[in-house]
């Protein structure tokens, strides 16, 4: 099947790199992102590596720099990612980018300005990237959701530098040591009427160890909230994470192939 690209953004931004994001009809595209180069099976919204609703559900190969870079599902009625999924290979010594978020027709900056509660949260984090180009890439607005500020910065970002600790200890013979989904579950509130604050995050990884010859998997969630103290993070079995899906209305998710189960 021929493949129907088309770019939904590409813009300027007080002189930031140029990006491309690719809407593209199946996720053979760019599936290398994608365990065993199989995406998840989310009923209703991915299926087969190809949308299950077109007009509303947008499969994205997110091109920086002439490489792809991560893939996301966008969501343009809730105006945010369903999830997005990147390889982790480990990090370079580099300083988190100072750039601007790059902008897309769906959600613009204006949406998340004056808002003292909510910030822009990468499901893709820049301190997964491996090198300093795959982190600017993440500064996409298709890769990012209003997620409050104090959650965003306490609990979940210490969950993401524990997260690349346990990944780390899975010593794989290519340079691929894990794959890693990252998602939102859209919640009743939104900003400015347009986009939707969700109600959950969560995350999910899985590897395998060729030294210890088996396979590591592991699974995050959390509300969207603000905390005082520390947000309770679930660290659970992917197959747990899919059961909580059930209970949110989103049955018969699979993430993973078995083997991460």
Request: contains cysteine; hydrophobic residues 35%.
């Amino acid at each position: 099947m021929k493949m129907h690209l088309f770019v939904i953004s590409v813009l300027l931004v007080l002189g930031f790199p140029f990006i491309m994001t690719e809407v593209v009809e199946s996720f053979n595209t760019c599936s290398d992102f994608f365990l065993n180069g199989q995406p998840p099976v989310i009923p209703g919204i991915l299926g087969n590596s190809v949308s299950q609703d077109n007009n509303r559900y947008k499969l994205i190969c997110q091109k920086y720099k002439g490489a792809y870079r991560f893939a996301t599902v966008y969501d343009t009625t809730s105006k945010i990612p369903v999830f997005s999924a990147y390889k982790y290979t480990g990090k370079k010594s580099f300083k988190r980018p100072d750039v601007n978020w790059m902008i897309e027709p769906e959600a613009i900056n204006e949406d998340y300005s004056g808002n003292c509660k909510v910030n822009r949260g990468h499901l893709f984090p820049n301190s997964h990237a491996a090198d300093e180009d795959t982190a600017e890439s993440t500064f996409t607005l298709t890769n990012a959701v209003p997620q409050m500020i104090s959650f965003n910065s306490g609990s979940w970002s210490d969950m993401e530098e524990e997260t690349k600790k346990i990944i780390n200890n899975c010593k794989n013979e290519n340079k691929i040591l894990a794959h890693v989904l990252t998602g939102a579950i859209p919640g009743n509130s939104t900003l400015d009427k347009k986009v939707n604050i969700p109600s959950f995050m969560w995350m999910a990884f899985c590897c395998y160890n060729s030294t210890e010859k088996k396979w590591v998997s592991q699974a995050y969630w959390a509300p969207n909230v603000e905390e005082n103290k520390k947000v309770k993070i679930v660290y659970e079995s992917v197959q747990k994470l899919q059961d909580f899906f059930n209970q949110n209305e989103m049955e018969n998710v699979q993430l993973f192939t078995n083997n991460c189960n």
